[in-house]
């Protein structure tokens, strides 16, 4: 009898485990940092704003937050493609950690390194709005 009430006993106790590990846990914004409160990134450094998405003034919305942020926003347009599926950072002169700075005060995930010759190009980052903005909350108020 002793025996059936201990293995009782544990059976329950490890179902309040599993439920708890797997309801998932509420965290206070405190605790959380949002994209909204994300530090704008130290330093002077331009950047270029494109639209990968196509849809209509993308490019313009990101280039409000990030101008509310402190941001140095030289140019704002298309990408090259309207076929970005994920929105990306891009650092074009070699300071990655500047591009993930810029990522992280905009709330895009992803940062990628690309640096070429090309001596007109002005921007030291550049943003590329993928068609993931709406999912990632971006350009939410």
Known sequence: M???????????????LLAFALIPQRQSPAQTPSPELAPTPQGSYRIAVLNGSGDPNVAARMTRKARGRGMDVIHEGNAWSFDFLESLVIDRSGDVERARGVARALGIPHTIQQISDDTYRLEDVTVIVGRDYKRLGLLEP
């Not at 201990?6 to 329950?12: D, R, T």
């Open 2 to 16: 002793q025996e059936k009430a201990l293995w009782l006993l544990a059976s329950v106790a490890g179902i309040v």
